[in-house]
């Protein structure tokens, strides 16, 4: 089945960028999007479409698209953007499946 | 106000049966696609199932579980069949395909005897 595959865990101290990326071979053809989920909580969309950012959400988050990687990015992460991040696209079949990426725990400190 | 409110969760055991409610309200329901996503204890977000022109499920529980929505009451379902203890998850209704703007706070379904 297909998958998208994150690194388990990104630290970064605040102030510093983060960047967090999503591997899977449907990329070239489909957008990526990622959610940020903060314990207990159910999760908020950050990016989508690859890039775009949903109103409310902080400048210093951007993403991009490019070849069989997509990467969020927060840039001057701060103690608050500590969270679980997950990309999200459709499955390479084409078949109207979806796919979570395995998520990432992101840690600023 | 968007608000989605899941229903139905509980415990059930192995091979038994369950039907998920979400009550949607603050928009225009039967203009949206809308997905389960579900979260077993610990582990990451699942894709389960999405109802847009047609519906799609994810291989692990393709034959067992059933989507559907009623646009008159503003309600999704999700008929859970054949549960199985890796079923047992927090499952959340969310509108849209990919771009889940809104998400419910979510039922939890455990399967255990």
């Known amino acids: 089945s297909y998958e998208l595959t994150q690194p388990p865990s990104v630290s970064v101290s605040p102030g510093q960028t983060a960047r967090i990326t999503c591997s899977g071979d449907?990329?070239?053809?489909?957008?990526a999007y990622w959610y940020q989920q903060k314990s207990g909580q159910a999760p908020v969309l950050v990016i989508y479409?690859?890039?775009k950012r949903p109103s409310g959400i902080p400048e210093r988050f951007s993403g991009s698209n490019s070849g069989t990687m997509a990467t969020l990015t927060i840039s001057g992460a701060q103690v608050e953007d500590e969270a679980d991040y997950y990309c999200?696209?459709?499955?390479?079949?084409?078949?109207?499946?979806?796919?979570f990426g395995t998520g990432t725990r992101v840690t600023v400190l | 106000e968007v608000k989605l409110l899941e229903s139905g969760g509980g415990l059930v055991q192995p091979g038994g049966s369950l039907r998920l409610s979400c009550a949607a309200s603050?928009?225009?329901?039967?203009?949206?696609?809308m997905t389960w996503v579900r979260q077993a204890p610990g582990k990451g977000l699942e894709w389960v199932s999405t109802?847009?022109?047609?519906?799609s499920y994810a291989d692990s529980v393709k034959g067992r579980f059933t989507i559907s929505r009623d646009n008159s009451k503003n309600t999704l379902y999700l008929q859970m069949n054949s549960l199985r203890g890796e079923d047992t998850a927090l499952y959340y209704c969310?509108?849209?395909?990919?771009?889940?703007?809104?998400w419910g706070q979510g039922t939890l379904v455990t399967v255990s005897s």
């Open positions: 999200y696209s459709a499955d390479i079949s084409g078949n109207l499946l979806y796919v």
């Open positions: 603050g928009f225009t329901f039967n203009n949206y696609a």
């Open positions: 449907a990329l070239p053809k489909e957008d």
């Open positions: 109802i847009s022109g047609a519906t």
């Open positions: 969310a509108r849209g395909t990919l771009d889940h703007d809104y």
């Open positions: 479409e690859d890039s």
